[in-house]
């Protein structure tokens, strides 16, 4: 087996092997807010209202100014809470509105720092496992999805995706403490953090399955493992949980509902996990009438493309804990029951799905995937700001 430390060990200049990348990626979404701003001027929209202010926005500039405790009480009975939204994000807007910055000035400016730290970690992951080229091009794609728009809003995506990548990166070079950390982190940012804890707890059982067969019979000597790393993969795996479990438990003992109470919350906002029946029906529904029966065929086509990509990263063996983030990442947005016109937004952090597609794309001639990579971006750029300038929340 190949020692994923000595991969990365020795290897200078990380920024300027990522710099491609990194401008591209600034590239890509300098593109996309152009067409935003654009687009919505000529609706005589604010586009940066748009970015910092709208939905989710809200939720979040409102936890970093006044705390928790605020809730909206529907016509319908629905309580909506505040307490559904991890606190990492609106920690980092009141410390940027300590620098003197707004609260939506600084969740624009977490965002963007956010999604280019995303990229970098992207890149690292894949540059690790297929070389620099492949690592250009997820960045590029993970940059052109329909929804990249999201990775420059006041939201929590490209902060989650950041961590979540740098953590899986930390996995794969055997840096368990410092995945034990970015997976906490994560788990403070958004629900599915419970994906890079699941990730790293994967990668951890693994590594001790595999140094339990590395034990020779007869007094033979086995592979050398670094002094002390069964105790730091130990570490990493108590780390792991700890962002995501301390919250839920936080609310829980603050709605005094006990260890499941996060739950009560989020079945406020009708939301919860049913397998993807309310999904289905969703989806079904679409087909009883035309056009939206066209939208029905989009979205069976995208579900059948998420599996296909699946199962294309499990026939190629991709690393496990890359399986086990996104099977869960994508089992959670699938599987929710309610916010179905966010699902593709909350998808976005499944980055490993897009690696089959960058190795492709790494094979062509230089002109030719820049060709693809400028169509992507354009109708990308366009998409999204049509989708912004929509009535419904991303």
């Not at 989650?160 to 055997?174: D, E, I, K, P, R």
């Not at 989009?298 to 699946?310: D, S």
């Not at 952090?349 to 597609?357: I, R, S």
Request: glycine share 10%; proline share 5%.
């Amino acid at each position: 087996m190949i020692d994923l430390e000595t991969r990365t060990a020795g290897r200078p200049g990380a920024l300027r092997r990522a710099a491609p990348a990194l401008l591209g990626y600034a590239a890509v979404r300098a593109l996309g807010l152009l067409a935003l701003a654009l687009w919505s001027a000529a609706r005589d929209k604010n586009a940066y209202t748009l970015l910092t202010a709208r939905w989710d926005s809200l939720w979040y500039t409102r936890v970093a100014e006044l705390g928790y405790g605020y809730e909206v009480r529907l016509p319908n009975g629905d309580v909506h809470s505040n307490l559904a939204f991890f606190p990492l994000l609106p920690w980092l807007e009141r410390l940027g509105a300590a620098l003197s910055l707004s609260y939506a000035d600084a969740g624009f400016v977490v965002s963007l720092l956010a999604s280019l730290a995303a990229a970098w970690g992207i890149f690292a992951v894949a540059e690790h496992l297929h070389g620099r080229r492949a690592g250009v091009c997820a960045v590029l794609l993970w940059a052109v999805l329909p929804v990249g728009i999201v990775q420059s809003m006041a939201y929590s995506e490209s902060l989650f995706t950041a961590l979540a990548a740098w953590s899986l990166y930390a996995v794969l070079t055997g840096r368990w403490v410092t995945a034990g950390l970015l997976a906490s982190l994560a788990g403070l940012t958004r629900p599915v953090g419970l994906a890079v804890a699941a990730a790293v707890w994967a990668a951890a059982i693994a590594a001790f399955v595999r140094s339990r067969g590395d034990g020779v019979p007869d007094g033979a000597r086995g592979p050398r493992h670094a002094p002390g790393e069964g105790a730091r993969r130990v570490l990493g795996m108590v780390l792991a949980p700890l962002g995501a479990a301390g919250y839920v438990l936080w609310v829980g003992h603050r709605t005094g509902k006990g260890p499941l109470g996060y739950l009560d919350v989020q079945a406020g906002w009708r939301n919860g996990f049913d397998g993807g029946v309310a999904f289905a029906r969703f989806v079904a529904g679409r087909f009883t009438s035309f056009p939206s029966a066209l939208a029905g065929v989009a979205l069976v086509v995208g579900v059948v493309l998420l599996l296909w990509l699946y199962v294309v990263c499990v026939r190629r063996r991709q690393p496990l804990p890359l399986l086990v983030y996104t099977g869960v990442v994508v089992a959670l947005a699938l599987c929710a029951s309610s916010y179905f016109g966010s699902k593709p937004r909350l998808l976005m952090p499944a980055f490993p799905l897009l690696l089959p597609l960058a190795l492709s794309l790494a094979r062509l001639r230089t002109s030719r995937s820049t060709l693809v990579v400028g169509v992507l971006a354009m109708a990308s750029a366009v998409y999204g700001a049509f989708w912004l300038n929509g009535s419904g929340p991303p």
